[in-house]
T-cell receptor, first 114, second 113 residues
Framework: EAQVTQNPRYLITVTGKKLTVTCSQN?????MSWYRQDPGLGLRQIYY???????DKGDVPEGYKVSRKEKRNFPLILESPSPNQTSLYFC?????????????FGSGTRLTVV | AQSVAQPEDQVNVAEGNPLTVKCTYS??????LFWYVQYPNRGLQFLLK??????LVKGSYGFEAEFNKSQTSFHLKKPSALVSDSALYFC???????????FGDGTTLTVKP
């Protein structure tokens, strides 16, 4: 089944403890992206990647890191999480950004930083 | 720059009635337009897209959307709403000259029995 897999689904952590949210897609998509969803703020893009070893900042990149060493994986790293990073996070992928392709989203990761 | 506006945070309809969720967009070139649906505790799911051609696009679960170039709109419609259609709906736009998609803030649709 074509899908984007995020792990974990739920995560509670303490301020300052480094964490990684994994994202993997099995569709050979070139484009991958991370979003956070907060009430009243819609979807805000954190980072995106046009291809392997190519990443760029989205609208709200502060406090986050990403890497794209392989085409299928795009992990989101929080080096020193803070309570304002408590949110619902989504990974998304698309075949590319030049054609009429929609996004496939993961099921989400609900992160709580205490 | 491109942008999307969903002017209604909330839309309420009675089951069996027609529904419309509004979306307007702004792009410098020609648009690709998308609708996604998010059910509680789930990720966004693709509903339908407009590429070119026929202004009325049909998608999943009986939804359709009407592209209106002069009004720069792409409203989502369904002739007869179901309670199970209650969800959060996102409109997205991308310029055909490439780039990433821009999402609206979402509209919560509530269908009451």
């Amino acid at each position: 089944e074509a899908q984007v897999t995020q792990n974990p689904r739920y995560l509670i952590t303490v301020t300052g403890k480094k964490l990684t949210v994994t994202c993997s897609q099995n569709m050979n998509h070139e484009y991958m992206s991370w979003y956070r969803q907060d009430p009243g703020l819609g979807l805000r893009q954190i980072y995106y990647s046009m291809n392997v070893e190519v990443t760029d900042k989205g609208d709200v990149p502060e406090g986050y890191k990403v890497s794209r060493k392989e085409k299928r994986n795009f992990p989101l790293i929080l080096e020193s999480p803070s309570p304002n990073q408590t949110s619902l996070y989504f990974c998304a992928s698309s075949f590319d950004t030049t054609g009429p392709y929609g996004y496939t989203f993961g099921s989400g990761t609900r992160l709580t930083v205490v | 720059a491109q942008s999307v506006a969903q002017p209604e945070d909330q839309v309420n309809v009675a089951e069996g009635n027609p529904l419309t969720v509004k979306c307007t967009y702004s792009v410098s070139g020609n648009p690709y337009l998308f609708w996604y649906v998010q059910y509680p505790n789930r990720g966004l799911q693709f509903l339908l897209k407009y590429i070119t051609g026929d202004n009325l696009v049909k998608g999943s679960y009986g939804f359709e959307a009407e592209f209106n170039k002069s009004q720069t709109s792409f409203h989502l419609k369904k002739p007869s709403a179901l309670v199970s259609d209650s969800a959060l709906y996102f409109c997205a736009v991308r310029d055909t000259n490439a780039g990433k998609s821009t999402f609206g803030d979402g509209t919560t649709l509530t269908v009451k029995p």
